[in-house]
């Protein structure tokens, strides 16, 4: 499938009132090859047995933005998620307070857990590369730190890794996917007190549809973010496969560590 045409402001979907995704600066529908993605996504988010209720919450009031590329990791593709999530950035102003950047893309296809989070940490590692935004200091950019989340334009997200080989049915989707959600909207559910509730539905949802939790889930603070992105479980001592880039010298000639919280 060719979706070079997609590295371009056509790539980022805005859904509209009837769910269906329209160019952002045009208000015409988006090719036909990106709905027909888009309407398996959403199909699976809106089954009532769907368990994250958040990503519910989103789709159904469409607070999210979706996009689809053709090459996880690929650089062409690096290049249009960057532009999309920095764009997806500013957007959040505009939407309510649970929204979720989705995007999709057209392969390789994992064949295992382990394939999809090379992908992955692959993807994130490049996407960070060609980041000209300091690390959002609200969380750690150290990827062992239990208040590390990942950064992108100055925003930290909790990434959500999907694929057709996950062996949790929540994460099980046919193309591999990776879901940004802000770390500020965890945030906000704490300070408004709903937090709790929000994860105890999750969690009970999860029960339902797996007969068990998430062996990944863990409270922010408690371990990385990290940990729980690709939705394999890992022992204690593993590592995230992510180096955060140093800054470039100053005028001074130093060499600039990223800061860390």
Not at 30 to 47: C, D, G, P
Not at 49 to 63: E, L, R
Not at 75 to 95: C, I, Y
Request: aromatic share 12%.
């Amino acid at each position: 499938m060719d979706l070079t045409t997609c590295i371009s402001d056509i790539c980022y979907g805005v859904p509209n009132a009837k769910g269906h995704l329209v160019n952002q600066l045009t208000g015409e529908p988006i090719e036909e090859v990106v709905q027909f993605i888009h309407a398996q996504f959403r199909t699976m988010v809106l089954s009532p047995q769907f368990s994250c209720v958040g990503a519910k919450s989103a789709v159904n009031s469409n607070m999210y933005r979706f996009a689809l590329y053709e090459e996880m990791g690929g650089d062409a593709d690096t290049e249009g998620l960057a532009r999309d999530l920095a764009l997806f950035v500013k957007d959040q102003e505009s939407l309510g307070s649970i929204n979720t950047f989705i995007a999709c893309f057209d392969k390789p296809h994992p064949t295992s857990e382990k394939h999809f989070e090379a992908l992955m940490w692959r993807q994130l590692q490049r996407l960070h590369e060609v980041d000209l935004v300091e690390w959002d200091g609200n969380v750690s950019s150290n990827p062992d730190d239990p208040h590390f989340s990942y950064s992108f334009f100055g925003r930290a997200f909790f990434v959500v890794g999907m694929h057709p080989a996950a062996s949790r049915y929540a994460r099980r989707f046919a193309y591999p996917t990776l879901v940004f959600n802000a770390h500020h909207m965890f945030q906000h559910l704490r300070t408004e007190g709903k937090f709790d509730r929000f994860q105890n539905v999750i969690r009970k949802k999860e029960v339902e549809l797996q007969k068990g939790i998430n062996p990944n889930l863990t409270n922010y603070g408690d371990a990385s973010d990290a940990r729980q992105y690709s939705g394999v479980h890992h022992p204690g001592d593993w590592k995230p496969p992510f180096a955060v880039k140093k800054k470039k010298k100053d005028t001074l000639g130093d060499t600039q560590e990223p800061s860390e919280s």
